[in-house]
C-alpha cells in the first residue's frame, strides 16, 4: 500500500447540510480541492454513519479524490448518523429519492461543474445503482462494488428462493441496532437528544418486512436494477470479488448494459474495497482506475478507460483448503463481451445408480461467512466433512501420461438433476469442490434451489410426492483452475445450515444419476495482458485500538452435543471492537450470533443475536450505550421472531421495547 500525501490540488473538507424537499436536513461532509474552477462531484451516500463508523474508510478515499480535482462527499441517509427524519426500510422510496435530491443539490453548487459521480461498496454500491436507474440528468457515471441488481436472489435474503438463515437473522439483526445509535453532539448539536428519542420510536425490526415476502413479489422488485436495465443511463464501472455473495451481478450487468458504457472487473477479493489490502488478494490501484473512469464520464478527458475489455476478471489457481487466504495463486484475464467468446460450456453427464441423499442438518456448519470481510475465519475449511453428508460426484482432470491440461472455468455453473422428492417441499444445495490428490476438498462455488422455486422465484409450486423431475438451477459465478490429477467434485445435499432455514419435511429426495449432469463454464487459455497499478490511498484518519486484557472470543466456534445430537455455530462478526477517535470519540462495538440446530430436526433451528454499542465522549460527559438481542425460530407453518432493544444515557434507561412477531412460512 503507498499512501498519497502529495496530490495535484490542495483540499479542505466542512460538515453541511443539504436540505431535502420536505425540510428534512441531511448530513454530508465534503472535501473539496483549493481551486477557484468548479468541479465534478462525487457522491457516497449510505446509513452507516460518516463521523464514527465508516470514518477511517471514508478517510482513505474521499480526500484522494479531492486532491485529484474532485469535490467528494459523503452523506448520510435519512434517520442515520447526524442527518434529520426518521430511518425507513432499505433502498425505500424516500431513501432513494432524497438520493435523487442530492445529486441535484450537488449540481447546482457553484464549486461544482454540474457533473455528478456516485459510488459506494454494499449499500452505498446498491442505492448508487438504483439512482442511476432513475436517472437524474446530473448523474453521469456510477462506480458500484459488492452490489446487487437483483434484491431477491442476490442479497442477504434469500438464495434460490429459500430463507437465508445466515444472514436473514444476522443484517437484520446488524441494521437494528445500527439504527437504534444515536445522533453525536459534537456534529448534531443540542437536539442530538430530540432526534434520538424521535428516531426509537419510529424503529421497525427489517425482518418482520423481509420475512413477509417470501417470494419474488413488487416488495423485491423495487430497486432491483434487473427489472429495466435500460432505465441507467449512467455509465457504470461494476466491480466485485469472487468471495463476495454478490459477484454475480458485474456478469450480469456487463451481459445487459449497452457496452459503451459499461465495464466490469472481479478480484479474487471478498466484500471490501479492492485497495485495502485485505484477504484475499492481491489488492490493486482501485482508486487509481476509478480515477480513469471519472476522468473519462465527468471531465472528458481523451483517456482509454473505455478501451479497456469489457470484463476483467481474476482466476484463482488451485489452492488448499484454508478459511484465510493472504494471496491467492492466479491471473488476470480479458473479455471482450459477456457471454465470453472464449467461454464454452461442457456437461459432465453423472453415472450409477439411484441415491438416497438425506442429509443431517448440521450440513453446512463449514460453509464460511456469507459476508466475508477479510477476517482469520471467514472462508470454508476442507470440505471433506460436508462431502461426508452429501453425494458426490468426481470427474477427473487427465494427467501425466494421458495428454493432460487444466480444467479453467468463468462464469457460472450449472446443474440438472433428476430426482424425486418423498414431501411437497425441500431444498437442494449443490458444490463445486477442487479435490487434490490428498484427498482435501476446496470450495470452488455453490448453488441452492427451494423445489418450489423451480419455475420461478415469484411463485412457490409444491413438489409432487413420488414423481420424477429434473431440476435445473446455477451455482454462482466463479474463476478457477482444476489442474492436471486433481478431481471436479459436485456435492448434492438436501441441508445448508445456517445458510438456508431448513423446510419443516427436510425428507431429502432420491437421485437418479442417468438424468442428472453439471456443465462448467470452460475458458479456453488466452495470452491476456491485464495490469493494474498499486493500491494507493490517502493518509489514513488514525484511529485507535487500545489494548484489552479481555479474553479473545473464536471467530467461529462449533460446538456438538453428542448426546443431544445438537450442533451450534457461535461467530463473532467482527466489524469494529472499540475504537478511539481523533475528534474525541470512544466508540466500542461487540456482536455475537448463534446458531443452532439439531442433526434430526429441520424445526430445531434457530438463530441468536446480541449486540453491544456504547458511544462515549468524556469531554462532553456524553455515554450512550445500545443492547440488542434478536432471535428466529419456527415451526411448521410459522416463523417465530423477537427482538429487544435497550438503549441508555449515563447508565439509565431512555428506551426500551420489545417485539414478538409470528409470521406464516409461505415458501419459506
Known amino acids: 500500500m503507498r499512501i498519497r500525501t502529495d496530490f495535484p490540488y490542495e483540499t479542505r473538507h466542512e460538515d453541511v447540510r443539504i436540505p431535502m424537499p420536505d425540510g428534512t436536513r441531511l448530513y454530508a461532509r465534503v472535501w473539496r480541492p483549493l481551486t477557484d474552477e468548479p468541479v465534478p462531484a462525487l457522491l457516497e451516500y449510505l446509513p452507516y454513519r460518516l463521523t464514527d463508523w465508516t470514518a477511517p474508510r471514508d478517510w482513505q478515499r474521499h480526500p484522494w479524490y479531492a486532491g485529484h480535482g474532485y469535490a467528494s462527499v459523503r452523506v448520510d441517509v435519512r434517520g442515520h448518523g447526524n442527518s434529520e427524519g426518521l430511518p425507513g426500510d432499505e433502498y425505500d422510496a424516500t431513501e432513494l429519492a432524497d438520493g435523487v435530491a442530492v445529486v441535484n443539490w450537488l449540481a447546482e453548487q457553484p464549486w461544482c461543474t454540474g457533473k455528478v459521480g456516485m459510488f459506494g461498496i454494499s449499500w452505498g454500491g446498491f442505492n448508487s445503482l438504483q439512482i442511476a436507474a432513475l436517472a437524474p440528468e446530473p448523474l453521469k457515471a456510477v462506480v458500484t462494488v459488492c452490489s446487487t441488481d437483483d434484491r431477491y436472489d442476490n442479497d442477504v435474503h434469500y438464495m434460490g428462493g429459500s430463507v437465508l438463515g445466515v444472514d436473514m437473522h444476522a443484517w437484520a439483526a446488524t441494521m437494528l441496532a445500527f439504527v437504534c445509535r444515536p445522533p453525536d453532539p459534537r456534529y448534531a448539536g443540542e437536539e442530538w437528544r430530540e432526534l434520538w428519542l424521535r428516531r426509537l420510536e419510529a424503529v421497525e425490526p427489517f425482518v418482520h418486512t423481509w420475512l413477509s415476502h417470501q417470494t419474488r413479489d413488487d416488495y423485491w422488485k423495487h430497486g432491483s436494477v434487473c427489472e429495466d436495465y435500460p432505465a441507467v443511463k449512467a455509465a457504470v464501472l461494476a466491480v466485485g470479488g469472487w468471495h463476495d455473495p454478490y459477484r454475480d451481478t458485474v456478469l450480469r450487468l456487463v451481459e445487459h448494459l449497452p457496452q459503451d458504457r459499461v465495464r466490469g472487473i472481479i478480484g479474487p477479493w471478498s466484500h471490501q474495497y479492492p485497495d485495502r489490502g485485505l484477504p484475499p488478494g492481491p489488492a490493486i490501484g482501485f482508486l487509481q482506475e476509478t480515477l480513469r473512469w471519472w476522468d473519462h464520464h465527468l471531465k472528458g478527458t481523451g483517456n482509454d478507460v473505455m478501451a ?38 461442457v456437461t459432465y453427464a453423472f453415472r450409477g445408480e439411484h441415491v438416497v441423499v438425506d442429509s443431517p442438518q448440521q450440513t453446512g456448519i463449514d460453509a464460511g461467512r456469507f459476508f466475508p470481510f477479510g477476517n482469520d ?21 487427465p494427467a501425466g501420461s494421458e495428454g493432460g491440461a487444466p480444467i479453467e472455468i468463468l462464469g457460472r455453473p450449472s446443474v440438472a438433476l433428476h430426482l424425486m422428492t418423498p414431501a411437497p417441499t425441500g431444498q437442494i444445495v449443490a458444490r463445486l469442490c477442487d479435490i487434490a490428490p490428498d484427498g482435501s476438498s476446496t470450495l470452488v462455488t455453490r448453488g441452492a434451489l427451494n423445489v418450489s422455486a423451480r419455475y420461478g422465484r415469484d411463485r412457490a409450486v409444491d413438489a409432487q410426492p413420488g414423481e420424477w423431475e429434473t431440476y435445473r438451477f446455477e451455482l454462482n459465478g466463479i474463476g478457477h483452475t482444476f489442474p492436471p490429477g486433481h478431481r ?134 456524553w455515554d450512550v450505550t445500545i443492547d440488542t438481542r434478536s432471535e428466529i425460530t419456527c415451526d411448521a407453518g410459522t416463523f417465530h421472531t423477537s427482538d429487544e432493544v435497550v438503549c441508555k444515557e449515563g447508565g439509565e434507561v431512555v428506551f426500551h421495547r420489545t417485539w414478538e412477531k409470528r409470521i406464516p412460512r409461505t415458501a419459506g
Open 308 to 345: 479497456e475489455p469489457l470484463l476483467r476478471s481474476w482466476i484463482s489457481g488451485s489452492h488448499p483448503p484454508a478459511t484465510v487466504y493472504e494471496e491467492l495463486p492466479g491471473r488476470w484475464v480479458a473479455d471482450p463481451s459477456w457471454p465470453s467468446p472464449h467461454v464454452t460450456p
Open 377 to 397: 475465519a471467514d472462508l470454508p475449511p476442507d470440505q471433506r466433512d460436508e462431502d461426508a453428508h452429501s453425494a458426490c460426484f468426481d470427474f477427473p482432470v
Open 488 to 621: 471436479v467434485r459436485l456435492a448434492i445435499s438436501s441441508a445448508y445450515w445456517p445458510w438456508i432455514w431448513p423446510q419443516p419435511d427436510a425428507a431429502g429426495f432420491t437421485l437418479d444419476p442417468a438424468g442428472s449432469s453439471l456443465t462448467l463454464p470452460v475458458r479456453a487459455r488466452t495470452d491476456d495482458t491485464v495490469s493494474f497499478e498499486e493500491p494507493e490511498q490517502s493518509a489514513p484518519l488514525g484511529v485507535s485500538s487500545p489494548e484489552t486484557l479481555e479474553e479473545t472470543r473464536p471467530e467461529r466456534l462449533v460446538l456438538r452435543d453428542v448426546a443431544k445430537g445438537e450442533w451450534t455455530l457461535q461467530v463473532d462478526p467482527k466489524y469494529g471492537g472499540t475504537r478511539v477517535y481523533p475528534d474525541g470519540l470512544e466508540f466500542t462495538e461487540d456482536a455475537v450470533e448463534t446458531y443452532t440446530i439439531a442433526e434430526d430436526d429441520p424445526l430445531s433451528a434457530r438463530t441468536r443475536s446480541e449486540w453491544h454499542v456504547r458511544l462515549h465522549r468524556p469531554e462532553l460527559a
